[in-house]
């Protein structure tokens, strides 16, 4: 029995389901629907069923109930429109069988209208249908099937009382009665098959705006460049991730405050002003705010919480509706890096200028001097040895432009090969005269390591030349390496001039040198710890420096050691025969 109960009920609530494609209390303002019904079809029809009865009280074919029945229709309509008005000020929905109520009246005067008259000719059943797919649309299913019974029952009525069941009006009694009955659920049905389509398209518009929405939100949040909207007011609306980055300041926080609060600049005279914020401007046409380069005249330096400053441009523009601006759009855009280019340009130009001067002017002027003058022997040759030396400077300032051209767009290709570390430290000191070799002395534990012998020669020659050239003459230089967790650290250590802590920190970068002007009166490219520094990284190791001004500096590099079946590797390195912890002068 309980079994036969449940299959029951689902067989009524799959019918029902079949019936109602969705509930009334989900789809329908009731409130909004009642106010259609009583302004838009109930007042027209009261207004056509007065006229009619009007028209036949002036002929006398109409008994006292046909105004009566106007009258009571008219305060149904209007009692109903009321109720209306009192439920919406206190925020309550009207309920659906006041909608029934105001059709069933309408039903009524069309019925009475027509008991007046000719009984079912004259229109009536087409009133009923067109009562009927009225009410079918402003109704949920279950009413509108009561609605259309109803009109079809009043049409049986009309015909009962005027004796109309003959056969001159038996099909149209049929065929009216049918269609007024079926006419409201199938306008119901067809209004749900209408409302689930427009539901379809929304949805799939919706989930379009979704897709979009969110691939929006991506590429504002994945920009390298800050942005910000804001509303007609100037809060913030949006503010994306770089902004977070730069201004130190995350998007919770910034959300709803004035934008010329979280993003502080300022300019070449000092901190901007509110109402001088580029943002503000922009509320009153499109703004642009910086140079390029980050430089002045328009120079602009966004200020971030933790005290930072980025040289920055903005462009803002307003969003205009309705010839008013609604808020405005703001992209930040972080020009660094093109500033520090800027630099280096400049650093590149003033250099190579300087560089290439001095060895060509002395290449110029010894050339001229061998060929117009008469000399012995001996200065034949100083002139000679001047030249050449001009002109290594210059082979050296070429090799390291290229090396520094092939580093940054990534082409430099290692040629790598086993080789024992003493090996690379005596190809570096070839290249050195014999006054400068005297002055270097190496403590060297053997090991063998997997490197472009050619670069790491280039990395050792640099070191070493550098610890001679800034440091006092006469005084030595040490080169020296330890073992250390399957790692070579090779020293190049100087007691010479020593760095400061403000050239220490960019070191190894572009065209940096020491503040130092003993250091500055001396030849050189600023490129040589940058080249190093990226050579060694391509190798796998690391360049670590150690300097006190005054004191001297120690520079360590630090590469991996071979120890796929190459000579020499034991569990233990090997010292070599040259190199066992004793002074070796070369």
Not at 520 to 545: C, D, F, M, N, S
Not at 548 to 577: A, K
Request: glycine share 8%; net charge negative; hydrophobic share 45%.
């Amino acid at each position: 029995m309980v079994a036969q109960a449940t299959l029951t009920v689902k067989r009524a609530r799959r019918f029902s389901g079949r019936l109602r494609i969705f509930p009334a209390s989900e789809d329908f303002d009731t409130t909004e629907v009642l106010q259609v019904a009583t302004r838009y079809v109930a007042l027209p029809y009261l207004i056509a069923v007065s006229v009619a009865t009007a028209v036949l009280w002036r002929d006398s074919r109409l008994s006292w109930l046909g105004p009566v029945t106007v009258v009571s229709g008219a305060a149904v309509i209007f009692a109903a429109e009321a109720i209306r008005v009192s439920l919406s000020k206190i925020g309550r929905t009207a309920p659906s069988w006041l909608i029934l109520s105001v059709l069933l009246t309408l039903h009524l005067l069309v019925g009475i209208n027509a008991w007046n008259s000719k009984g079912i000719e004259g229109g009536l059943w087409l009133s009923l249908v067109v009562l009927s797919s009225v009410g079918g649309i402003l109704l949920p299913m279950r009413l509108s099937v009561a609605n259309g019974l109803f009109g079809g029952v009043v049409l049986v009525g009309i015909a009962a009382v005027h004796s109309q069941f003959e056969r001159n009006y038996i099909g149209t009694l049929i065929l009216g009665s049918a269609v007024t009955a079926l006419c409201s659920p199938t306008s119901s049905l067809f209004r749900d098959v209408i409302v689930l389509e427009a539901r379809r398209r929304l949805r799939q518009q919706v989930s379009q705006l979704e897709l979009f929405n969110l691939t929006l939100t991506a590429v504002i949040q994945s920009m390298t460049e800050g942005l910000v909207s804001c509303d007609g007011e100037g809060r913030v609306e949006l503010w994306n991730r770089k902004l977070e980055t730069l201004t130190g300041i995350p998007e919770f926080e910034a959300a709803g405050r004035f934008v010329w609060e979280v993003l502080q600049l300022e300019g070449a005279e000092g901190h901007i002003l509110d109402d001088e914020h580029p943002c503000k401007k922009a509320l009153g046409g499109p703004v642009f705010r910086g140079s390029v380069l980050g430089g002045s005249p328009g120079e602009m330096r966004l200020l971030s919480r933790d005290g930072r400053s980025t040289p920055v441009t903005i462009a803002a523009a307003p969003l205009i509706r309705r010839d008013k601006p609604a808020g405005l759009v703001a992209l930040v855009v972080d020009v660094s890096r093109e500033r520090e280019l800027s630099q280096m340009r400049d650093s590149l130009v003033s250099m190579v200028s300087h560089e290439l001067r001095t060895p060509l002017t002395m290449i110029v002027g010894f050339s001229e001097l061998l060929l117009e003058g008469e000399f012995e022997e001996r200065q034949y040759k100083e002139c000679a040895s001047e030249i050449l030396d001009a002109a290594n400077r210059l082979s050296g300032l070429v090799d390291e432009l290229l090396s520094t051209a092939a580093l940054e767009r990534g082409t430099l290709d290692l040629n790598r090969r086993t080789v024992a570390l003493s090996s690379l430290v005596e190809q570096s000191l070839a290249s050195f005269l014999p006054e400068a070799r005297d002055r270097v002395v190496k403590r060297i534990r053997e090991a063998y390591v997997y490197v472009d012998p050619d670069r790491i020669t280039q990395v050792l020659a640099n070191l070493i030349g550098n610890a001679l050239k800034y440091s006092d003459p006469g005084s030595p230089v040490e080169v020296r390496s330890r073992l250390q967790d399957g790692w070579v650290h090779l020293e190049v250590k100087d007691s010479g001039y020593g760095i400061d802590p403000d050239t220490l920190s960019k070191l190894f970068t572009m065209f940096t040198r020491s503040s130092d002007e003993r250091v500055r009166q001396l030849p050189g490219t600023g490129l040589g710890l940058y080249i190093a520094k990226r050579l060694v990284a391509l190798h796998g190791g690391e360049i670590e420096v150690m300097s006190r001004p005054g004191e001297g500096s120690t520079f360590t590099v630090i590469l991996p050691i071979e120890r796929s079946g190459t000579p020499g590797m034991n569990s233990e390195p090997v010292l070599s025969d040259e190199s066992s912890e004793l002074e070796v002068e070369l």
